[in-house]
């Protein structure tokens, strides 16, 4: 008895839901008349044996089925006698055993889904032929999961819909009403319009459509339409350039009347018509969607279902309905997300047993011992957490974040020393030739005292030095091989490599990472980033590594002066300039940033350099320093600046990262708009690295709001966390590492800046699951989509 009370209560909540909505027929997802009749054929599942209860529910399908064609007042009224006929039935029910139910299978049945699955491609779908499905593809949309992830960009609230008569001129408005008059005009050559007087109880409205001459055809006399559009008032009318309708033919509402989905789209692919296809798409497969994230997540969190919250995100109900499906699916994608890095830690954890480093260390002791300054406590803390790591048979994965100056190269060092000390070898990787030429000149320096043979291998390398290094290292006869992405070819091959170093890790993918990784006996892997990633980041980032933070820069560190600088006083900037090189000092001058090409850029800064030379700074030595030059230029510079025969050095930003020059004492940075936050704070780092006081000087156009926030910012600040994090607000996490490869996952609806506690959650969340479920791990990687 209660289910019948129930099932008929729920029948009056969706007629006031469809009054609410002003007789749209939108009460619900799929139609408020198809639905209202498909809960009244369940109704009579229920064995009536009441002849009169029989008769009010033909009734009630008859009154229902009307509805759709009715104009509006009538449509008040139907309802009206709706609801009365339910109140009969409901009281039909009182009567003790005039409704009994005998059936019990009421429900509907589920959708045919047959043989789709979400990895169907999307031609399979009956409204996508195969014109569609290629600009599908260019959306990067090529399967049906594909499609049902693609979320919408924006919402267009169009579900309070107004009476004619309250028309706000200026304003956005959806209406309905019933199509009165149509006609075509043709003021000019290729222009057409189309107007339809639109009535509804309290009055008329003229809606205008422009160049759609096809349109006619839909709106013939006595339809009914819901329009939404930008209002005008004339002549006493209000007049309605239509941005969206929908004629009300009793089927589904999509484009109005509700809150209205706008997609990211492709001018081929109009709005209506994905809107359509995904409306179509969510209504035949949701089925082949099912619960992924575990129960005790679902209650911890009071989530949506998946199928409830993916209905809801491209056809959301109301707002509130839209929050909660928006925090399950950034829920949803950051854990998995998670679960996968945490998951291929395990597996490369389990499989193979790593390298323990043990015996004596006697290189890095003595190491240790002939540096000339004490290390900081943070560098001792790093440096133990990965000694440890190394002792294990685990295999290390860790990533050390440390600010640009916070001495991370000698923790490298004590590392691939330890290696050395354990008898295998140790890769040291750096993302540019110059950082690697001075990353291996320092390890020669320090090192081969201490008989460790050290080499450095880079793409330009003549043919046949590097066909005899490649023998030499293969046969074990160098300890430490420093390079650049030339280490990652496949002919390069190690004997016993043991530890993998990646300096500025950021600037290479993930992929690169483990390539490294697969050239040695399962070796220990240490990546170091100089680019403070703000926490949310690296949790993505390198969710899968343990992480250390060098938090403490060395002793007498004096931070460095940074002062903007109008065009109006670059004479003083340079005065400045010649008086700290007549006190011995060095600078950089560094170019503005040019995105087209490197040429240009090169281009720009020999010009830049020659002038500084001849006008301004005729009496000292100005070198050039660019991305074109050959390695044995970039060499034959850098040294001469490392010695101080080069007082001046102009350069791009191939100096931004890992060039330790400490007698350089000033940067001067031109077109200062043209560089993130990040990227500045990075070349800065190239100065303040030793006794003498630094000065950085920013000059540039400084017209847009971002680039004074960006100057303000740097001005104030010098700790590269706090500066990282307004990076990323200023920008944007895809922008974050400029349009380097940056190996940032593609996130389809979680935002790493908004989503940060999410993410928190999710991760801790992932572990747990993982733990307690074991096999999440092989799930992890075919679930999702
Ligand atoms: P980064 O972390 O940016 O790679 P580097 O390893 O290049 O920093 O170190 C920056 C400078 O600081 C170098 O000149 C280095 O010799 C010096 N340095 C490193 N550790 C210490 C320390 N504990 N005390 C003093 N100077 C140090
Ligand atoms: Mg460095």
């Given at each position: 008895m209660a289910e019948i009370r129930e099932a008929i209560e729920n029948l009056k909540q969706l007629l006031q839901r469809e009054e609410r909505l002003g007789y749209t027929n939108a009460a619900c997802f799929g139609g408020f008349s198809s639905h209202f009749l498909s809960c009244l054929a369940e109704l009579e599942n229920f064995s009536l044996d009441k002849a009169d209860a029989l008769v009010i529910l033909k009734y009630l399908a008859a009154l229902i089925s009307e509805y759709?064609?009715?104009?509006?007042?009538?449509?008040?009224?139907?309802?009206?006698?709706?609801?009365?006929?339910?109140?009969?039935?409901?009281?039909?029910?009182?009567?003790?055993?005039?409704?009994?139910?005998?059936?019990?299978?009421?429900?509907?049945?589920?959708?045919?889904?047959?043989?789709?699955?979400?990895?169907?491609?999307?031609?399979?779908?009956?409204?996508?032929?195969?014109?569609?499905?290629?600009i599908l593809a260019r959306l990067g949309i090529k399967t049906l999961g594909e499609l049902i992830y693609h979320f919408p960009r924006r919402y267009e609230d169009r579900s309070k819909i107004k009476k004619i008569a309250e028309l706000q001129p200026g304003e956005i408005e959806t209406f309905c009403?019933?199509?009165?008059?149509?006609?075509?005009?043709?003021?000019?050559?290729?222009?057409?319009?189309?107007?339809?007087?639109?009535?509804?109880?309290?009055?008329?409205?003229?809606?205008?459509?422009?160049?759609?001459?096809?349109?006619?055809?839909?709106?013939?006399?006595?339809?009914?339409?819901?329009?939404?559009?930008?209002?005008?008032?004339?002549?006493?009318?209000?007049?309605?350039?239509?941005?969206?309708?929908e004629v009300l033919d009793g089927s589904d509402l999509i484009h109005a009347g509700r809150?209205?989905?706008?997609?990211?789209?492709?001018?081929?692919?109009?709005?209506?018509?994905?809107?359509?296809?995904?409306?179509?798409?969510?209504?035949?497969?949701?089925?082949?969607?099912?619960?992924?994230?575990?129960?005790?997540?679902?209650?911890k969190y009071k989530f949506l279902s998946r199928s409830e919250a993916l209905r809801a995100i491209h056809f959301p109900p109301d707002w509130k309905t839209l929050n909660e499906a928006r925090r399950r699916l950034v829920y949803e994608e950051l854990f998995f997300l998670q679960l996968k890095l945490i998951a291929n830690k395990k597996v490369v954890e389990q499989k193979k047993p790593g390298i323990a480093h043990q015996g004596p260390n006697p290189r890095v002791e003595?190491?240790?011992?002939?540096?000339?300054?004490?290390?900081?406590?943070?560098?001792?803390?790093?440096?133990?957490?990965?000694?440890?790591?190394?002792?294990?048979?685990?295999?290390?994965?860790?990533?050390?974040?440390?600010?640009?100056?916070?001495?991370?190269?000698?923790?490298?060092?004590?590392?691939?020393?330890?290696?050395?000390?354990?008898?295998?070898?140790?890769?040291?990787?750096?993302?540019?030739?110059?950082?690697?030429?001075?990353?291996?000149?320092?390890?020669r320096q320090l090192l081969t005292p201490l008989d460790v043979r050290v080499a450095l291998l880079t793409g330009s390398l003549p043919k046949k030095a590097k066909e005899e290094l490649l023998t030499r290292i293969a046969a074990g006869q160098v300890d430490i091989v420093v390079g650049t992405h030339a280490l990652l070819q496949e002919n390069v091959r190690f004997k016993t490599l043991s530890l993998a170093v990646t300096d500025e890790q950021h600037r290479f993918g993930v992929m690169q990472r483990s390539v490294l990784q697969e050239k040695g006996l399962n070796p220990d892997v240490l990546v170091m980033t100089a680019t403070p990633i703000p926490r949310t980041l690296a949790l993505t980032l390198y969710g899968d590594l343990d992480l250390s933070v060098i938090d403490e820069l060395p002793p007498g560190r004096k931070p460095v002066l940074t002062r903007y600088i109008p065009e109006s006083k670059r004479n003083d900037a340079y005065l400045f300039i010649?008086?700290?090189?007549?006190?011995?000092?060095?600078?950089?001058?560094?170019?503005?940033?040019?995105?087209?090409?490197?040429?240009?850029?090169?281009?720009?800064?020999?010009?830049?350099?020659?002038?500084?030379?001849?006008?301004?700074?005729?009496?000292?030595?100005?070198?050039?320093?660019?991305?074109?030059?050959?390695?044995?230029?970039?060499?034959?510079?850098?040294?001469?600046?490392?010695?101080?025969?080069?007082?001046?050095?102009?350069?791009?930003?191939?100096?931004?990262?890992?060039?330790?020059?400490?007698?350089?004492?000033?940067?001067?940075?031109?077109?200062?708009?043209?560089?993130?936050?990040?990227?500045?704070?990075?070349?800065?780092?190239?100065?303040?690295?030793?006794?003498?006081?630094?000065?950085?000087?920013?000059?540039?156009?400084?017209?847009?709001?971002?680039?004074?926030?960006?100057?303000?910012?740097?001005?104030?600040?010098?700790?590269?966390?706090?500066?990282?994090?307004?990076?990323?607000?200023?920008?944007?996490?895809?922008?974050?590492?400029?349009?380097?490869?940056?190996?940032?996952?593609?996130?389809?609806?979680?935002?790493?800046?908004?989503?940060?506690?999410?993410?928190?959650?999710a991760r801790q969340d992932a572990f747990t699951m993982l733990k307690k479920y074991p096999t999440l791990v092989n799930q992890s990687q075919t679930l999702r989509i």
């Open positions: 759709p064609k009715l104009l509006m007042p009538e449509r008040r009224e139907t309802l009206h006698k709706i609801s009365a006929a339910l109140d009969s039935l409901s009281q039909l029910g009182g009567e003790a055993g005039a409704l009994v139910c005998t059936n019990k299978k009421a429900k509907t049945p589920p959708l045919p889904v047959g043989k789709i699955g979400p990895q169907a491609a999307v031609h399979a779908l009956k409204q996508v032929g195969p014109n569609r499905a290629k009403g019933s199509v009165l008059n149509v006609e075509e005009l043709k003021p000019r050559r290729r222009l057409t319009i189309i107007k339809a007087t639109i009535g509804d109880a309290t009055g008329q409205a003229q809606a205008v459509w422009f160049n759609q001459p096809y349109l006619k055809r839909q709106l013939s006399k006595g339809v009914n339409v819901l329009v939404t559009g930008k209002v005008e008032r004339k002549f006493f009318q209000s007049e309605v350039a239509v941005h969206d309708f809150i209205v989905p706008v997609y990211p789209a492709t001018e081929r692919l109009p709005q209506k018509t994905i809107r359509q296809i995904i409306y179509r798409a969510l209504e035949d497969y949701l089925a082949v969607f099912p619960e992924q994230l575990p129960v005790e997540l679902l209650e003595e190491f240790c011992r002939r540096l000339p300054y004490p290390l900081t406590g943070a560098q001792k803390k790093v440096i133990n957490e990965i000694l440890l790591d190394m002792e294990s048979s685990q295999p290390m994965s860790r990533l050390v974040q440390g600010d640009v100056g916070s001495g991370k190269t000698v923790v490298a060092m004590v590392a691939l020393l330890k290696a050395v000390d354990s008898g295998f070898q140790g890769a040291l990787m750096a993302p540019t030739e110059i950082l690697a030429e001075q990353h291996y000149l320092n390890l010649k008086e700290e090189i007549e006190r011995g000092r060095q600078a950089y001058i560094v170019c503005p940033l040019v995105d087209e090409s490197e040429a240009i850029e090169a281009e720009a800064a020999t010009k830049l350099a020659a002038y500084l030379q001849e006008k301004i700074f005729p009496e000292y030595r100005v070198g050039l320093l660019h991305g074109r030059m050959s390695s044995q230029e970039k060499e034959d510079v850098m040294n001469d600046f490392r010695d101080n025969s080069i007082k001046i050095l102009v350069a791009t930003t191939v100096i931004e990262v890992g060039v330790n020059v400490p007698n350089a004492t000033i940067m001067l940075i031109e077109g200062v708009e043209r560089f993130g936050l990040a990227q500045l704070h990075q070349l800065r780092g190239r100065i303040g690295r030793g006794e003498h006081k630094s000065y950085c000087f920013l000059m540039g156009n400084l017209k847009s709001d971002e680039a004074k926030a960006r100057v303000k910012i740097l001005v104030s600040c010098s700790d590269g966390f706090v500066i990282a994090e307004e990076d990323l607000n200023l920008r944007g996490p895809g922008e974050f590492f400029g349009t380097r490869q940056h190996g940032l996952p593609e996130l389809k609806i979680a935002d790493l800046i908004k989503d940060a506690p999410i993410l928190e959650r």
